[in-house]
């Protein structure tokens, strides 16, 4: 019977949640299967009301005895995790490893999100799902899913189902997992930044909240919220990025190492909000609509902080007398991490680029002087410094420009837990600033492409 599937998926928690169920949903979760081996495009729907009471009658009834016994042990190890936390990975590997049974599961989605009601969309995803969970099964059977993720997916069978019904499973892949990742690099390959020293921005605090209310407007937001559904948080950043200049994969890519896409559990006890605010920002945790309490205006005020970065990067080199950077990498990099240190960095990060004559827009050389290079070893965990001629840096990349700026900002004592998960990257025995740049920026570190980009004059 259909209550049978219905019941392996469900934990105690959702039990109370069925009984408070429409009629209309109550019938649609009780449907047959259809044995069709290929996913339907249609879901059928009865129009007995008769037949509909019965079903629904017996549903309950088979519900209330059976279930109970029905709910799947929690997996050991799988008592901390929701379906947030695991439901990138699992598509970033079905992309990797089964693409055709991913783009299968991508279009049913597409199917689905088209149906005019959620009544037609839960009956459409119970009469598909158990083809799609065989598919996931002979996957894993086949040697393609991993047998942690295979179980992964059916453990979380109940939200998997929820999310293709209302249309949300990729949404929050669309910008967090490998795909997303793929596609910033590949527009870091093709793009040149412009940074601005006199660029124009809405600096003020009655500014940018007219942009926050413009973009609660466009997405018919009215109230405040910490709970916008990824869809409209990809729609914000969008607003957001064309507003400040700034494309929109750099500031969601920012968020991912801010905050993991999190709307409202904060970090650290200084900071909120999906762009990670710290508190010393004072006047944007003030008035009944702020960081602390609105994502679109974390987000807007994110996004300001970040376009402000810019600008500063773009003042400091000038005032060193040096060209501005244009390799988006090296923006990109040295942006991101004056977004999370704070851009005093940036004076210092220019005073030493120009004292060592290094070319601004080879990053290497931000950390091996002048012809300098770097390699990564320990799979990642640990950066070896290779100086260029002539300089006084050594292999951990000692008096380097990234270094010397590190030293001029001052140093932070860190907890032993966050020491420990820092490590200390550049091999110097200490965990320092540097440390927590390149742990920062190990994403961009990895790319091989940061090695030869952009080839000095001399070349």
């Known amino acids: 019977m259909r209550i049978s599937l219905i019941a392996?998926?469900?934990?105690?928690?959702?039990?109370?949640?069925?009984?408070?169920?429409?009629?209309?949903?109550?019938?649609?979760?009780?449907?047959?299967?259809?044995?069709?081996?290929?996913?339907?495009?249609?879901?059928?729907?009865?129009?007995?009301?008769?037949?509909?009471?019965?079903?629904i009658s017996a549903l309950l009834s088979d519900f209330g005895q059976n279930v109970l016994d029905s709910v799947p042990a929690v997996p050991k190890g799988r008592q901390a995790q929701t379906f947030e936390d695991v439901?990138?990975?699992?598509?970033?590997?079905?992309?990797?490893?089964?693409?055709?049974?991913?783009?299968?599961?991508?279009?049913e989605e597409l199917r689905i999100r088209a149906l005019p009601s959620l009544e037609l969309r839960a009956a459409a995803v119970q009469e598909a799902y158990p083809r799609l969970e065989r598919s996931l099964d002979k996957s894993a059977a086949d040697g393609r899913l991993s047998p942690e993720n295979a179980e992964k997916?059916?453990?979380?069978?109940a939200e998997a189902q929820k999310a293709l019904a209302e249309g949300t499973l990729f949404e929050k892949a669309q910008f967090a997992g490998k795909a997303f990742?793929?596609?910033?690099?590949?527009?870091?390959?093709?793009?040149?930044?412009?940074?601005?020293p006199n660029r124009k921005l809405p600096d003020a605090k009655s500014e940018y909240m007219k942009l926050s209310k413009r973009i609660h407007d466009a997405l018919v937001i009215p109230n405040n919220s910490t709970e916008l559904t990824m869809r409209q948080i990809d729609q914000a950043f969008a607003l957001a990025g064309k507003e400040f200049g700034i494309r929109p994969e750099f500031l969601k890519y920012m968020a991912k190492t801010e905050s993991g896409l999190k709307q409202a559990v904060?970090?650290?006890?200084?900071?909120?909000?999906?762009?990670?605010?710290?508190?010393?920002?004072?006047?944007?945790?003030?008035?009944?609509?702020?960081?602390?309490?609105?994502?679109?205006?974390n987000i807007v005020y994110g996004s300001l902080l970040r376009a402000q970065t810019d600008r500063t990067m773009a003042k400091r080199f000038s005032e060193a007398k040096l060209p501005l950077p244009s390799n988006p990498r090296v923006v990109e990099?040295?942006?991101?991490?004056?977004?999370?240190?704070?851009?005093?960095?940036?004076?210092?990060?220019?005073?030493?680029?120009?004292?060592?004559?290094?070319?601004?827009?080879?990053?290497?050389?931000?950390?091996?002087?002048?012809?300098?290079?770097?390699?990564?070893?320990?799979?990642?965990?640990?950066?070896?410094?290779?100086?260029?001629?002539?300089?006084?840096?050594?292999?951990?990349g000692k008096n380097s420009a990234l270094a010397l700026a590190s030293e001029a900002v001052g140093r932070v004592q860190l907890s032993k837990k966050l020491t420990e998960r820092i490590g200390d990257r550049n091999g110097d025995g200490r965990v320092d600033h540097l440390d927590i740049w390149l742990t920062r920026g190990i994403?961009?570190?990895?790319?091989?492409?940061?090695?030869?980009?952009l080839p000095r004059a001399e070349d």
């Open 8 to 55: 392996r998926a469900l934990k105690p928690k959702y039990l109370l949640l069925l009984l408070r169920l429409p009629a209309s949903v109550l019938l649609c979760l009780s449907l047959p299967a259809s044995s069709t081996a290929a996913i339907s495009p249609k879901a059928p729907f009865s129009q007995d009301a008769e037949a509909a009471a019965a079903r």
């Open 87 to 107: 439901v990138v990975d699992l598509i970033d590997e079905l992309s990797e490893k089964d693409p055709a049974l991913f783009e299968k599961i991508r279009a």
């Open 153 to 157: 997916w059916a453990f979380f069978r």
């Open 181 to 196: 990742d793929e596609k910033v690099q590949r527009l870091l390959d093709k793009s040149t930044s412009v940074i601005d």
């Open 266 to 297: 904060p970090s650290n006890p200084a900071a909120v909000g999906i762009m990670q605010i710290e508190n010393v920002h004072k006047e944007a945790y003030s008035g009944p609509r702020n960081v602390a309490n609105d994502t679109i205006t």
């Open 333 to 396: 990099f040295l942006g991101d991490l004056a977004y999370n240190r704070g851009p005093g960095l940036l004076k210092y990060v220019a005073q030493y680029a120009a004292q060592q004559k290094i070319d601004v827009n080879r990053f290497a050389e931000y950390i091996g002087g002048a012809g300098g290079a770097y390699e990564l070893i320990d799979g990642g965990l640990k950066i070896v410094v290779i100086p260029g001629p002539g300089t006084d840096i050594d292999k951990t």
């Open 443 to 453: 994403k961009y570190l990895n790319d091989p492409n940061l090695k030869s980009s």
